[in-house]
């Protein structure tokens, strides 16, 4: 049996990644990040990071198609069409949903989820966000709840910093990029009944275990984790 196919969509510092971690454990699953397989390519100076640094350190989206060739290649490396995946950044644009539409043709996508979260309560976040440096690990901390040493990830060790484009202006140009080309998104899954909408103010716990009950309603999963 294939594996499950979800999409978690949300402002920047919703908690996209943290439910994924979380979801990635729960029902194992592959977490795919775009923004974690980005910032590895400009990290290893790749040819695609050489050109992704620059919309990346200015806050902008990377284009569609640079995004998609990173896409494409992690659906056959990964092997996620059957083994499904949980996608965290992924699709970002109408277009790049309707490629991954094709790509997962004719069934699509099992669920969407998004986070919902006011602008308020995500520009604190992100302020106070802090990550792993290890592209391969991806913790994320914030001023508020440090690892257990500080700055060195509990999971790994690296240096816990903060991203580049945490910085307060590159925020708010983020959210506007999200407002104008992501959330558009919302309506489209919710048209093909395939939106769980779950209030993201909560804890990071209480929006899994919300998440998580909603996927069993819809018989997405079982308690056991299999999907
Ligand atoms: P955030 O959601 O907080 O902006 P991410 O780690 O998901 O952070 O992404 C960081 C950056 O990587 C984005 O600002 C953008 O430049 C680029 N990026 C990641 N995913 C996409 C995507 N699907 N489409 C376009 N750009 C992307
Ligand atoms: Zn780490």
Avoid at 24 to 44: L, M, Y
Wanted: aromatic residues 6%; proline residues 5%; hydrophobic residues 40%.
């Amino acid at each position: 049996m294939r594996g499950l196919r979800l999409l978690i969509i949300g402002k920047q510092g919703s908690g996209k990644g943290t439910l994924c971690v979380q979801f990635a454990q729960h029902f194992g699953v592959p977490h795919i990040s775009t923004g974690d397989a980005f910032r590895a390519a400009v990290a290893e100076s790749s040819e695609r990071g050489i050109r992704a640094k620059a919309f990346m350190e200015s806050g902008q989206l990377v284009p569609d198609d640079l995004v998609m060739e990173i896409v494409d290649e992690l659906f056959v490396r990964e092997s996620l069409r059957e083994r499904g995946f949980l996608f965290d950044g992924f699709p970002r644009t109408v277009h790049q949903a309707d490629l991954l539409d094709a790509t997962l043709a004719p069934e699509g996508v099992d669920a969407v989820i998004d986070l919902e979260v006011s602008t308020e309560v995500v520009v604190a976040r992100l302020a106070s966000r802090r990550v792993c440096s290890n592209p391969n690990c991806g913790a994320i901390y914030s001023l508020k709840s440090p690892p257990k040493s500080p700055w060195n990830c509990d999971l790994c060790g690296s240096p816990v910093v903060q991203r580049d484009d945490d910085r307060e202006e590159m925020i708010r140009r983020r959210l506007d990029d999200y407002e104008a080309m992501t959330a558009p998104l919302v309506d489209r899954y919710e048209a093909l009944g395939k939106l769980i909408r779950v209030d993201a103010a909560l804890s990071p716990d209480e929006v899994f275990s919300r998440a998580l009950a909603e996927l069993l309603t819809r018989r997405l999963a079982n308690e056991t984790g299999e999907a």
